[in-house]
Each structure stands twice: as structure tokens, then as C-alpha cells.
């Protein structure tokens, strides 16, 4: 449990860190670190901020829903922040790629967490 209070929010961010990396990268951006953050920190506060609201990193039971509404309410929180921060159109495809990156990427890992678990599970069982 101890390691999973760490583990989680870390690999969230690496979520999202690697989708303004590839994002970047797609783009030909090359605007050094301050860009890097102007485009990270609305996207984090958005993360973030809903899941202490629903308690992502600290409940083990529903964690699907958690993730879910974590994400919704991030792209609620983000969008408009991001529009504000980088004078972009607050409705666009961003919003689209970041949503369908962040259900690969963040329930993705959380997949293969819970297949490992799992197996490990079912393992002990038969011993």
C-alpha cells in the first residue's frame, strides 16, 4: 500500500509529462523548459486537484470510477486554464488527443497493474 501512495501520482505524471514531450515533439516545438511548464502546469492542477478530490491515490475500492471522473474533471479544469495560459481556442482537438492519451497512457498502466495483481493473487491461491 505504502508503495502504491507514491507510485500512483508518479506515473500519472509521467502521463502527462510524455504527452507534452511527444506532443512536442510532433509539433517541432522548440521553446526550451518555460514552455515545457507553461503547457504542464494546467494540466497537472487539473489532474491533481480532482484526484484529492475523489480520493484516486488514497481509496482502493471503485478505482475505475475514480480515474474516470478524474479525468473528466481534469479536462474540465485544464481547458479553460490552458486557453487562458497559452491564448489558444479553448475548444479544439487537443482536447480530443488528450483525453484519448491519457485513457491509454493512465488506465492503461493501471491495467496491467491490476492483470500483475492479479496473477500474483491467483498464484498464492494455488499454493
Known amino acids: 500500500m ?16 510524455t504527452f507534452i514531450l511527444v ?3 510532433r509539433h517541432n516545438i522548440d521553446e526550451g523548459v518555460d514552455w515545457f511548464f507553461e503547457v504542464l502546469w494546467p494540466q497537472v492542477v487539473g489532474w491533481y486537484a480532482v ?6 491515490y488514497a481509496a482502493a475500492d ?3 470510477l475514480r480515474a474516470a471522473v478524474t479525468l473528466a474533471g481534469a479536462t474540465v479544469i485544464m481547458i479553460p ?4 495560459v497559452l491564448d489558444r481556442p479553448a ?3 487537443f ?11 493512465t488506465f492503461g498502466w493501471r491495467l496491467v497493474a491490476w492483470l500483475v495483481g492479479e496473477r ?3 498464484r498464492t491461491a494455488t499454493v
Open 23 to 25: 506532443g512536442a515533439g
Open 120 to 122: 500474483q493473487r491467483r
Open 62 to 64: 471503485r478505482i475505475w
Open 91 to 93: 475548444v479544439s482537438i
Open 95 to 105: 482536447t480530443v488527443v488528450w483525453v484519448a492519451w491519457m485513457v491509454l497512457t
Open 81 to 84: 486554464l490552458r486557453a487562458l
Open 2 to 17: 505504502t508503495r502504491r501512495l507514491w507510485l500512483a501520482p508518479v506515473l500519472d505524471l509521467a502521463c502527462i509529462t
Open 51 to 56: 484526484a484529492l478530490i475523489v480520493r484516486l
